[in-house]
């Protein structure tokens, strides 16, 4: 179990930069310090693989790569790999409290590949061997890439040429000749990722601050990993999926959510050892201290919805592998921290797998105050082997929810927190950090009571998401030194327990 502690959810996009987007370069090592100063042991952030439909790191093209907007290009400058005046004259985007993926896709691929050019002439034996090492997902994931981009970033499952999209074994042999360049290319884009990565894990592990990360339980239809391994999925003859993932109604949508991916073919899976998962987690292990696993559920039962249909609400449950998958995972995996994303409707067979498994769970307060004593997520009922939000990615800001909350919410968690006409927010805050939960993270939105405009996902809608952003100067010392008093008086604070 996790010590008492406290951290911050903070996806590195949103950190500031003068071209369009965070990534892992000075802002980010700050924000690490920045962790440090205000007493907080733990940074979560969302999934950082290459982003796909709708710009959301749930729909990545891979479960292993990272996402080359994260490559810093000031640093790529520090090396001489980049002229910093070339960056200057780019427009990157006219607002910088949002990123415009429209004009990071039309401008920073041409500039990476400058970079890159640079790179292949002095680093070519390096970024050979880094390859090798990588090589159970990267040279597929390469190749996949170059494939995608000479087909104008089509889908592959609607790409023109059958025997690339079956993966007939000369075609891929001839693709791999005539772009050579492009997976080259490719290659080297997860080389810059992965190093500037260690750079800023190794300053975290410095500055005693641990990275969460977040891994979707399903990955992207349209993906390295389903194309170069269809056996593992529920497809058709054709490759194309005969069901999809989503979950029934909840409490983010009334018709439930059609999330589209393909669905795993457990029995498949299981045959081969589960060698799959196996190595997904061990790409996390290379990335992250602990890992969320979304829609932990999922191992237990999942929501089956027929291809083609028009509605989550036509699904239906089907058996997951159960505890034994994550048993397999935690015993390959013994120093990686694991947490099981476990909201949503209650269920026995998910109470069972949580038990079992021994992983912790979630509690939200923004969920609480439905007027329910026996609500689970009433600070009261917090179990002490889970980690404590006041809202996730998905969930308004709090500054949002204590304005557009239901009256009666708002009323109930006033008489609950015994704050009378005192303010929500921060009795929200302090509940979090009061809670009997061994880790309680916030949203660093929270602290800086952003409004609507910091929420970053709306679940149940594709567009407009992801693309708050905060602002220079954001973060100080006082800021630093509210969150650690608060942190102390709730002894998270690792020095004073």
Not at 209 to 221: E, H, K, N, R
Not at 341 to 358: A, F, I, V, W
Request: hydrophobic share 40%; proline share 6%.
């Amino acid at each position: 179990m996790m010590k008492r502690s406290a951290g911050l959810l903070m996806h590195i996009t949103s950190l500031p930069s003068p071209y369009g987007i965070g990534t892992l370069g000075r802002e980010s090592h700050a924000f690490a310090d920045f962790l440090a100063k205000a007493g907080q042991r733990f940074w979560q952030v969302l999934p950082v693989g290459p982003t796909g439909s709708g710009d959301s790191p749930y729909q990545s093209f891979s479960s292993f790569a990272g996402n080359p907007y994260l490559i810093d290009l000031e640093l790529l400058a520090e090396e001489g790999l980049l002229e910093r005046r070339a960056l200057e004259a780019i427009n990157w985007g006219d607002d910088p409290a949002l990123v415009d993926y429209g004009k990071l896709y039309r401008s920073r691929f041409a500039v990476l590949e400058q970079a890159c050019a640079a790179c292949l002439k002095t680093r070519r034996a390096e970024i050979e061997r880094f390859e090798d090492e990588q090589r159970h997902w990267l040279p597929d994931y390469a190749l996949f890439m170059a494939l995608k981009r000479r087909f104008g970033m089509r889908s592959w499952l609607t790409w023109p040429d059958e025997a690339l999209r079956m993966r007939e074994a000369s075609a891929l042999e001839e693709a791999r000749r005539e772009l050579a360049e492009d997976t080259t290319f490719f290659t080297c884009l997860q080389y810059l990722f992965y190093r500037q990565w260690d750079a800023l894990r190794a300053h975290c592990r410095e500055q005693g601050v641990q990275l969460i990360g977040d891994m979707p339980f399903y990955t992207s239809a349209d993906s390295a990993d389903v194309w170069s391994q269809p056996q593992f999925f529920q497809l058709d003859a054709q490759r194309r999926p005969t069901h999809a993932a989503g979950v029934p109604p909840d409490y983010f949508s009334k018709s439930g959510q059609l999330w589209g991916n393909p669905l795993y073919d457990w029995e498949a899976m299981a045959a081969d050892g589960y060698g799959w998962w196996i190595r997904r987690i061990g790409g996390m292990e290379r990335l992250f201290d602990w890992v969320r696993v979304d829609h932990f559920r999922g191992f237990s039962a999942y929501w089956s919805v027929p291809a083609g249909a028009q509605s989550a609400a036509e699904g239906q449950w089907r058996p997951g592998p159960g505890a034994a998958l994550p048993r397999i995972l935690a015993s390959w995996f013994p120093q990686l921290g694991f947490i099981a994303e476990d909201l949503g409707e209650p269920s026995p067979d998910l109470k069972k797998l949580m038990e079992e498994s021994g992983f912790p769970g979630m509690e939200v307060l923004q969920f609480a105050f439905s007027g329910a004593a026996d609500n689970p997520y009433l600070p009261h009922n917090h179990a002490r082997n889970a980690v404590c939000y006041v809202g996730t990615h998905d969930n308004a800001t709090l500054a949002q929810w204590v304005r557009e909350a239901r009256p009666a919410e708002r009323r109930n968690a006033r008489a609950y927190l015994g704050i009378g006409h005192g303010s929500l927010h921060e009795a929200m805050l302090r509940a979090g950090m009061a809670s009997v939960s061994a880790l309680f993270v916030s949203c660093m939105q929270d602290w800086l009571e952003t409004g609507a405009e910091g929420r970053m996902n709306r679940p149940g809608t594709v567009f407009g998401n992801w693309r708050w952003r905060m602002q220079p100067g954001m973060l100080s010392d006082a800021l630093a030194e509210r969150i650690r008093e608060m942190t102390g008086r709730y002894g998270r604070l690792e020095d004073e327990r």
